[in-house]
C-alpha cells in the first residue's frame, strides 16, 4: 500500500515527465545552463549602504559557485527520477500505459477518473488499482518505498 502523499508526489513527477526530458535534454545540448548575472540596482538615493567595504567580484563568484551547486543538485535528481520513470514506463504493459497517457499526459484532460476507468473500459477499483500500483512500482524504482 502507498502512501496518498507519496503518490500524490510521484503522481506530479508523471505530469511533469516529458517536461523534464526536455529540460534534461536542453541542459545536456548545452542550451539552459548559464547563471544569468545581472548587475546589482543602485540604492534609489545613490548612497551607500553597510558598514563594510564591498567586494562585488568575490560576491558574484559566491553566488556563482552556490548556482552551481544546487543546480547539479537539481539536475540530479530531475535525472534519477525521470530515469526510473522511464525504466519502469518500458515495463508496463498496454493498459497500464494508457491509463498513464489518459490520467497524467492528455491536456486538457475533461474527465474525471470515473470517466477515464469508462473510457478504458475497466471498473474503477481495477482503475485505481492499477493507478496505486504504478506509483508503488515507481516509487519502489526510485528507492522511495
Request: charged share 30%.
Amino acid at each position: 500500500m502507498i502512501r496518498r502523499a507519496l503518490r500524490t508526489y510521484i503522481e506530479q513527477e508523471l505530469r511533469d515527465y516529458h517536461k523534464n526530458k526536455q529540460s534534461l535534454w536542453e541542459i545536456q545540448a548545452g542550451i539552459n545552463d548559464e547563471m544569468p548575472i545581472h548587475a546589482s540596482p543602485a540604492p534609489p538615493d545613490a548612497m551607500p549602504r553597510g558598514n563594510t567595504t564591498s567586494d562585488p567580484t568575490e560576491r558574484k563568484a559566491e553566488q556563482l559557485e552556490e548556482w552551481r551547486l544546487l543546480n547539479t543538485r537539481r539536475i540530479n535528481n530531475m535525472y534519477r527520477i525521470t530515469y526510473g520513470i522511464g525504466r519502469v514506463l518500458e515495463t508496463l504493459p498496454p493498459e497500464k500505459l494508457r491509463l498513464i497517457k489518459l490520467k497524467y499526459w492528455k491536456h486538457p484532460q475533461p474527465l474525471n477518473d470515473v470517466g477515464l476507468a469508462m473510457e478504458m473500459c475497466c471498473g474503477q477499483n481495477t482503475f485505481y488499482r492499477w493507478r496505486n500500483e504504478i506509483c508503488a512500482q515507481i516509487a519502489r524504482e526510485l528507492g522511495m518505498m
